[in-house]
């Protein structure tokens, strides 16, 4: 059994909003019938001191 290759075409932002920390955001279209019809992503990020 063979799987198809998942094509996604992604755009993504970054915003850093302090020093330490920053939010991203993420959205994609699949490009076929195997990949997901579309996405959305969000997150954040926190630098931990030394």
């Known amino acids: 059994m ?3 290759t998942r094509t ?4 993504r ?3 850093a909003v302090l020093l330490c920390v920053q939010f991203d955001i993420s959205a994609g279209l699949g490009s ?5 019809d ?3 992503n969000a997150g954040v990020s ?4 030394r």
């Open 38 to 40: 579309n996405l959305l």
């Open 32 to 36: 076929n019938d195997a990949a997901p």
């Open 46 to 49: 926190m630098r931990l001191p």
């Open 8 to 11: 996604i075409m992604k755009i």
């Open 2 to 4: 063979r799987e198809e």
């Open 13 to 15: 932002s970054t915003r």
